[in-house]
């Protein structure tokens, strides 16, 4: 029975790699986003071969991907449709699965879009979720550093900043 352990675990490796490594590009696509051509890259990523606990996670990135679209459309109603698309699967995914990064990505859209969008009453529990969990969350230090730089950078208000640069990243 070990042998067969070992062995499975062995042949199951180079499968975990490339799973988490879709993960990565996902992220890393994601914090790259310059154009609309960045976020189509961002949706023809095949969540399907990813890793089974990953895929909603990068489903989300395609979620906040689409709320991101906004910008590079012309129109208003466009604009308004791309929002509240990747707004509500974004939602749907967090509803079923609240995970730091789905929260980190929400954040970030309400912290980034005008008010008058009426998409701000998750901040103050999305920053406490942050400081509750972020520190125990499975995602490597750098990118947990990446996630607070960027919610930072696009927080107005200073006592929000404050808060979110004390949020821990690693338990000590």
């Known amino acids: 029975m070990k042998l067969l352990i ?25 914090q790259e986003i310059k154009s609309e051509e960045d976020i189509e890259s961002i949706y023809r990523i095949n969540v399907e071969e990813a890793e089974l606990d990953n895929r909603n996670v990068i489903r989300a990135y395609q979620a906040a991907a689409t709320c991101m679209k906004a910008e590079y459309v012309f129109s208003s109603v466009s604009k308004l ?27 970030l859209i309400q912290l980034n879009i005008p008010r008058l969008l009426n998409y701000y009453q998750e901040i103050e529990g999305d920053i406490v979720f ?33 808060i979110l640069l004390q949020i821990k990243i690693e338990n000590s």
């Open 130 to 162: 942050l400081e509750t969990h972020l520190a125990d969350a499975l995602i490597n230090s750098t990118y947990k550093q990446t996630m607070i730089k960027n919610l930072v950078s696009v927080a107005d208000k200073k006592e929000i900043k404050d």
């Open 81 to 107: 449709k791309y929002f509240k698309r990747g707004k509500k699967k974004l939602e749907t995914l967090i509803a079923n699965d609240k995970s730091v990064e789905k929260v980190y990505l929400r954040l």
């Open 6 to 30: 070992l062995i499975w675990m062995y042949l199951s490796t180079p499968l975990t790699m490339e799973e988490d490594k879709i993960l990565l590009n996902t992220r890393s696509a994601f």
